[in-house]
């Protein structure tokens, strides 16, 4: 018998909405002063919270930009796909319905932190190791889903499938948001998967 999990209380909504507030201000913070000329402390004031809420909530400044819920809804939908999906198919369609949730509800802000790390020289440098983070948890999908499956072959899929994202990422900041991500996603996994 499944039972459906339990709403989060009111501590963890009010944690969560103070996390989206800070992170709010931040980026529009970043976007009208610039990263490296927005402190600590200017994000904390506008939030309305003290510099040490911020950092229990976000270790870095960096963080705020980094910080998503993203991958753990990707490898939860990963691990819900049908077992007669390939792995990059498994991935393409996991990604596909995590994007879709997210760009109705936060579209904006998610085209302000993507152009923010393509575009700040510190928050680029340290993409890679944001990828990598993601790329083993995606592998780690893939395993459950496949446990026969090769530690490397699931790391390249997932690398891969990074690489799609990525690259569509670049376009659509690049159009401005004028494209449309979701349709820049499906171009890229179509290139790695071509009918």
């Known amino acids: 018998m499944s039972t459906s999990p339990t709403p989060p209380g009111l501590r963890e909504r009010k944690k969560a909405q103070t996390r989206r507030t800070i992170q709010e201000h931040a980026l529009r913070l970043f976007l009208e002063r610039g990263y490296q000329n ?18 229990r909530h976000f270790p870095t400044k960096e963080a705020v930009v980094e910080s998503d ?22 991935l ?24 923010l790390i393509f575009e700040t020289p510190a928050l680029r440098a340290r993409t890679w190791d944001t990828q990598y983070a993601t790329q083993r948890l995606f592998a780690g999908a893939l395993r459950s889903r496949d446990p026969e499956a090769s530690e490397l072959s699931t790391r390249v899929t997932a690398a891969a499938a990074l690489a799609a994202v990525t690259t569509a990422l670049a ?22 998967h071509p009918s």
């Open 38 to 55: 927005t402190t600590v402390e200017v994000i904390a004031a506008a939030a309305g919270v003290s510099h040490m809420t911020f950092f």
């Open 69 to 90: 819920d993203y991958d753990a809804l990707i490898v939860r939908l990963v691990q819900e796909r049908p077992p007669c999906e390939d792995g990059l198919t498994a």
């Open 92 to 115: 393409r369609n996991a990604l596909g319905q995590g994007l879709e949730a997210v760009y109705v509800t936060g579209r904006d802000t998610l085209l302000a932190r993507t152009r």
């Open 171 to 192: 376009a659509w900041v690049e159009s401005d948001g004028v494209l449309e991500l979701p349709a820049l996603v499906d171009e890229a996994f179509s290139a790695l």
